[in-house]
């Protein structure tokens, strides 16, 4: 091999790309993370127009309180992987409804009492929730978008309501039997122990990369069941979860 040769092949190799020479990087096939953010919403009445339509009208105030959990990612190409959350969090939400025949059954005698005026309600949910969801990632990675499902265990539960001022009646096709209610006249009704102790719904949410491992996402979930139990019939319509939740995760290992 002569001279020239040589000085040929070591300009060659000099000259190829220096990515050329780096060696393959895997792509990555699972993820585990963590995660915190905080939830907005609460029950809501099913169908609406039970208690927020025509002259039915609600205001809310939600209680913010922070969602803590872990998660894990499995990858299945570039575009497609599947996540399961595991998240403990309290969904905690004060109204103030207006109504115009609202039918509460009282928790402590059974007695039906329809109402024509303010009401104000307080609720809150702590409850271990566990999604599983398909995401899709354009382009780089940097958009995700996400579908799937979730499960809920809700360790403790609080619904109360207390009605007035307005009026009161056990019969509300007679209107001579309508009678004035001060806030108070009423007591508070507890409904806690007609609450269930499981939910489950569907979960649609939008993801975005911050910096490397950062995510930030948005997510809306709605559930499938009444909160109450079928045998606790304490309103005239049912009442659904339903939220809304900003999560930031961190992606600590991939593999």
């Not at 019939?233 to 995760?249: D, Q």
Request: one cysteine or more; proline letters at 5%.
């Amino acid at each position: 091999m002569t001279r020239n040769t040589i000085l040929s092949l070591i300009l060659a190799v000099c000259t190829i790309p220096a990515f050329a020479l780096k060696p393959g990087k895997d792509p990555v096939k699972f993820a585990v993370g963590v995660h915190a953010g905080i939830d907005i919403g609460g029950a809501v009445p099913y169908p609406p127009g039970k208690a927020i339509g025509g002259q039915n009208k609600m205001s809310a105030t939600p209680r913010l309180t922070p969602a803590l959990g872990l998660s894990y990612t499995t990858m299945f190409d570039r575009h497609w992987s599947a996540v399961v959350e595991s998240t403990y969090k309290t969904v905690a939400l004060d109204a103030r409804t207006w109504v115009e025949q609202q039918g509460m059954r009282d928790p402590d005698d059974g007695t039906w009492q329809y109402f024509r005026g303010r009401a104000d309600a307080s609720m809150s949910f702590s409850m271990l929730e566990i999604p599983l969801y398909v995401r899709y990632s354009f382009g780089d990675g940097t958009n995700k978008v996400f579908l799937g499902g979730y499960y809920a265990r809700v360790f403790k539960g609080k619904f109360e309501t207390t009605p007035g001022p307005g009026m009161a009646t056990p019969t509300p096709g007679d209107d001579k039997t309508w009678s004035v209610v001060n806030k108070g006249d009423m007591g508070t009704l507890n409904f806690d122990n007609g609450l269930d102790k499981w939910d489950a719904g569907i979960i649609v949410g939008y993801e975005r990369r911050i910096i490397n491992r950062v995510n930030l996402s948005g997510r809306f979930s709605a559930g499938f069941k009444d909160v109450f139990r079928r045998d606790s019939r304490y309103l005239e319509y049912a009442m659904f979860h339903m939220r809304g939740t900003l999560m930031l995760s961190y992606m600590f290992m991939r593999k």
